[in-house]
């Protein structure tokens, strides 16, 4: 028996002073592998790369990203509150958008920058912010808001990146 889950995130289709954090799509210029077909000349570690003129180099990491690597290319397909509800997002691979008017919108998962995965809640433990038997998702976050800047270094320890697409073909209320 599977799961699925889509977390409902509140967000706006266009950028806001209260929904400033993009959601992005995926880029035209990235290139997926399979496991173990990393590119010579790529860190085997790598699943994805970026396809330049010159040859495939690798993709901007969460960091990168987030001071605006991307920037001007019209990738945004949705925004939301802040980096903390787009890092759940990310984590699950899907959600829908609460849009101020009711209406949901469906992303779910279109690529990612092909950085390995970082746990944050391993790093919260590790560095004793929070102890893993009392952990939960709520109080994860609810850390994460409290220690903004502490949360965007951890977070940025996550060098991976997902890019979502529009769900199509579900109506957002199945």
Known sequence: LTGYYEPVID???VRTTEFPVPVLARPPDLETFLPGQTPAGLDPALAAARRTPSGLAPYPDRAAIQDGALAGQGLEIGWVRDEVELFMAQVQGSARLRLPDGTLRRLVY?????H?????????VAEGHMDLETMTLA???AWLRAHPAEARRIMRLNRSYIFFAPGEGMDPAD
């Open 11 to 13: 967000g706006s289709p």
């Open 139 to 141: 109080k994860l976050k």
């Open 110 to 114: 279109a690529g990612r920058n092909g």
């Open 116 to 124: 390995p995965y970082t746990s944050i809640g391993r790093v919260l």
